[in-house]
T-cell receptor, first 112, second 113 residues
C-alpha cells in the first residue's frame, strides 16, 4: 500500500512569513499533484509535477518534486490570509492510471 | 479548466432510506470517475473507481452493496448510499480524470438522522 505522509499536520503562522510543507513516501510516483481545499468544498488542483527534480512556481508558491520521485515540497513565500486551507498532495503510480493516493493533509492557517 | 459538478450539495435523510448523489463532468468526457469520502479535518479516502460501461472497482473495506455506483455515460456517475445509517454521514466528493490529473466536484454533505 502506498502511503504519503505530509508534515506538518497543522501549521499556524503570521501573515508575511514563509513556510514549507513536505510530502514524503517510500514509493515512487509517476506524477504528483498538490491541491488546496477550503471547508465545504472540493479540492482545487494547484500544480502537477512529473519529472524528478522538477521545480514549478505559481506566484508565491514553489513546488518541487524529489529527484527519486518519492517526495515533494510546497514552499509559500510571504503567506497571506487567503492561503489558509487544507493542502493535500496526491500521487499517481502509473502514467495513464488516474487513480491517486492522497497525502495525510496539512491544515494551514495564516493569521492576519 | 475542467469542471465537475455534484448534486445535491447537501442532503439530509432518515436512517434506513437511500440517497443518490450525481457527479457530472461538464466540459469533458471521463471514462473513469472516482468517489471519495472525507471525514472532518481529515484527508480524502478513495471509496471506488467508477468505470463507464462496466462495474465499479471498490477499495478494500468499502461495501459494494451499500455504496452502489453507476457510470451510465461518459459524463455522469452516480453514487447511491443504500439503507443509510448515521455513521454514513460524511462529505462525499467525486472526481473525473484527464490523463493523470483529476478535477474534483464541490462535494455533497450527507447527514443521516
Amino acid at each position: 500500500t502506498q502511503l504519503l505522509e505530509q508534515s506538518p499536520q497543522f501549521l499556524s503562522i503570521q501573515e508575511g512569513e514563509n513556510l514549507t510543507v513536505y510530502c514524503n513516501s517510500s514509493s515512487v510516483f509517476s506524477s504528483l499533484q498538490w491541491y488546496r481545499q477550503e471547508p465545504g468544498e472540493g479540492p482545487v488542483l494547484l500544480v502537477t509535477v512529473v519529472t524528478g527534480g522538477e521545480v514549478k512556481k505559481l506566484k508565491r508558491l514553489t513546488f518541487q518534486f524529489g529527484d527519486a520521485r518519492k517526495d515533494s515540497s510546497l514552499h509559500i513565500t510571504a503567506a497571506q490570509p487567503g492561503d489558509t486551507g487544507l493542502y493535500l498532495c496526491a500521487g499517481a503510480s502509473d502514467f495513464g492510471n488516474e487513480k491517486l493516493t492522497f497525502g495525510t493533509g496539512t491544515r494551514l492557517t495564516i493569521i492576519p | 479548466g475542467a469542471v465537475v459538478s455534484q448534486h445535491p450539495s447537501r442532503v439530509i435523510c432518515k436512517s434506513g432510506t437511500s440517497v443518490k448523489i450525481e457527479c457530472r463532468s461538464l466540459d469533458f468526457q471521463a471514462t473513469t470517475m472516482f468517489w471519495y469520502r472525507q471525514f472532518p479535518k481529515q484527508s480524502l479516502m478513495l471509496m471506488a473507481t467508477s468505470n463507464e460501461g462496466s462495474k465499479a472497482t471498490y477499495e478494500q473495506g468499502v461495501e459494494k452493496d451499500k455504496f452502489l455506483i453507476n457510470h451510465a455515460s461518459l459524463t455522469l456517475s452516480t453514487l447511491t448510499v443504500t439503507s443509510a445509517h448515521p455513521e454514513d454521514s460524511s462529505f462525499y466528493i467525486c472526481s473525473a480524470g484527464a490523463f493523470y490529473e483529476q478535477y474534483f466536484g464541490p462535494g455533497t454533505r450527507l447527514t443521516v438522522t
